[in-house]
T-cell receptor
């Protein structure tokens, strides 16, 4: 069974640029959630993708967008990067619909915006 | 809106001593509660979860947590801490149908003294 993987591991961008982060879900999972974890804080929910559609969004602006592909992998895109976007971006996969399901996290992508 | 508070930012315990990490939540319905552990530069690993039944739940690595509805708390405990338990611990709450939309606390950093 393959766990959740993310790429790249680290990324450095400058303000105003655009970035794409990638996530492969765990085998058997059909749902992907993205979280932003700023330094010294807990993860904050960005959005979730289920059946290739956005299924809920946290308090993040539209310049944060995503995709989910037929194989359930997912991308997070951030446009017009700001310094405050520097964070660890975590992807988690789960299976829906299922009551009391669990989510499994990838190792994250560390984004630094200069 | 749901929220999670972890009152202790940093806790230091001696190896072999007992541990209790506090978590208070705010949630309008029956909460689905989690504790995760994060080692430096890593993703999150689920320690345990609670959704109903016995209010004392057992998890991995010798951890347990007690749900107290009257106090809106879900504290994590371990009878004897090992040096390898040094990490950051996060409490989270979600809807019982979708763990992938969790709200996290800001975490407690555990340091273990030899």
């Amino acid at each position: 069974e393959t766990g959740v993987t993310q790429s790249p591991t680290h990324l450095i961008k400058t303000r105003g640029q655009q970035v794409t982060l990638r996530c492969s879900s765990q085998s058997g999972h059909n749902t992907v959630s993205w979280y932003q974890q700023a330094l010294g804080q807990g993860p904050q929910f960005i959005f979730q993708y289920y059946r290739e559609e956005e299924n809920g969004r946290g308090n993040f602006p539209p310049r944060f967008s995503g995709l989910q592909f037929p194989n359930y992998s997912s991308e997070l895109n951030v446009n017009a990067l700001e310094l405050d976007d520097s964070a660890l971006y975590l992807c988690a996969s789960s299976y829906r619909p299922a009551s009391y399901n669990e989510q499994f996290f990838g190792p994250g992508t560390r984004l630094t915006v200069l | 809106a749901q929220s999670v508070t972890q009152p202790d930012i940093h806790i230091t315990v001696s190896e072999g001593a007992s541990l209790e990490l506090r978590c208070n939540y705010s949630y309008g319905a029956t909460p689905y509660l989690f504790w995760y552990v994060q080692s430096p530069g890593q993703g999150l690993q689920l320690l345990l979860k609670y959704f109903s039944g016995d209010t004392l739940v057992q998890g991995i690595k010798g951890f347990e947590a007690e749900f107290k509805r009257s106090q809106s708390s879900f504290n994590l405990r371990k009878p004897s801490v090992h040096w390898s338990d040094a990490a950051e611990y996060f409490c989270a709450v979600a809807d019982n149908t979708n763990a992938g939309k969790s709200t996290f606390g800001d975490g407690t950093t555990l340091t273990v003294k030899p």
